[in-house]
């Protein structure tokens, strides 16, 4: 395990000296942070220039420690090598997702842990021109730890998997949603690992959008459904997501025009905002609904649509977990406690 004196990271702790300030915590990295996950007072970053080249760590600002999980070599830095797209973090488990290859594509999932740190591949597909099977981006939350493989068509008659018709190249055909939990095998063409568990099915998509509490949001082909780890369907929604953030009741997705918010109870809908083609939905907790459109992050309380914008000098992302707000932002990431984060959006009632 490659802890706190890394080269690649530096540490800084940053306290407001005026009493009742927000105090912060900060983490400077040698290379952009390009992908951002987070869960309780952990952080899993996704930091380099270039995929290839990328290091997954993560950062625990309350306890002044960064864990290096996975680091490329020199060699793998060049043309045609893995590269890390994705990073999720359940508890103290990370999971990324690695693609590469010449002509024939290889997506793969792999995980590891505080207390075992050495990367375990969890799912491994192979796909060529479009057709065939794919890993999809792994999401986590708690004890959950979930991902998507899905298997693509193409058209011809002697293609295989053969669309159907009508169906042009990369339909997909074939989806598993799976969790790295359980005595079942992996979806891994090279190993036996049994550490893995089927939660649903279907003959179309079924893309992971949201996990919280043990449950799992999913776009499907005719709407967006909620299911339990197991796989019981939980609630269906009638839309076609982006993305999508899970809260308690509440989930929040962005659509072509909108991030809408619906109770998850009874599948209605309770609230929707505009949005900007290019805003991203990042996260939702403790019903403080969180976005990014550029160098801006937004914070809106869904109770009372008190907002604060956090503006940083890059493309930012954000999540927002109940010890507090990560931000990061080219060679920056931030930790913001929960405390000061409400202090910033105001007493509760005062209006916008």
Not at 80 to 96: I, K, N
Not at 103 to 123: D, F, H, K, N, W
Not at 165 to 171: A, E, I, L, N, Q
Request: contains cysteine.
């Amino acid at each position: 395990m490659k802890t706190a004196v890394a080269l690649a990271m530096l540490v800084i702790a940053s306290v407001a000296a005026a009493h009742g300030a927000a105090q912060q915590r900060t983490l400077a990295t040698r290379a952009p942070v390009v992908a951002l996950a987070a869960d309780g007072d952990r952080a899993a970053l996704l930091v380099g220039n270039r995929g290839a080249c990328a290091s997954v760590v993560v950062w625990e600002p309350t306890r002044r420690r960064v864990v290096r999980l996975h680091s490329a070599t020199r060699g793998q830095c060049v043309e045609g090598q893995p590269v890390t797209r994705a990073v999720a973090l359940a508890g103290t488990r990370v999971a990324w997702l690695q693609a590469g290859g010449g002509m024939t594509l290889e997506t793969t999932v792999a995980t590891a842990t505080l207390a075992r740190p050495t990367p375990v591949s969890v799912a491994l597909a192979l796909s060529t021109s479009g057709m065939g099977d794919f890993v999809r981006r792994p999401l986590g939350d708690g004890t959950l730890l979930a991902f998507t493989l899905d298997r693509r068509c193409s058209e011809g008659e002697d293609a295989d998997p053969q669309c159907p018709p009508g169906r042009k190249t990369g339909y997909v055909i074939a989806a598993t949603v799976w969790r790295a939990a359980g005595r079942g095998r992996c979806p891994h063409s090279y190993s036996l690992v049994r550490r893995c568990s089927r939660v649903a099915q279907a003959d179309g998509e079924l893309s992971l959008l949201a996990v919280d509490a043990g449950r799992i949001a999913v776009q499907t082909k005719s709407g967006v459904q909620l299911l339990t780890a197991g796989g019981n369907v939980l609630q269906e929604f009638d839309l076609r997501a982006r993305s999508a953030a899970l809260s308690g009741n509440r989930l929040a997705v962005r659509t072509a025009d909108a991030v809408e918010i619906y109770d998850t109870g009874s599948g209605q809908l309770t609230a929707r905002f505009p949005a900007a083609s290019h805003l991203r939905l990042e996260d939702l907790d403790r019903g403080i609904l969180v976005t990014a459109l550029g160098r801006a992050v937004t914070l809106r309380r869904l109770g009372d649509g008190r907002t604060t914008t956090i503006h940083t000098s890059a493309i930012a992302r954000a999540q927002l977990e109940r010890p507090g707000l990560f931000v990061a932002a080219g060679r920056r990431v931030t930790f913001t406690r929960m405390q000061d984060v409400l202090r910033r959006l105001g007493a509760k009632g005062q209006g916008r």
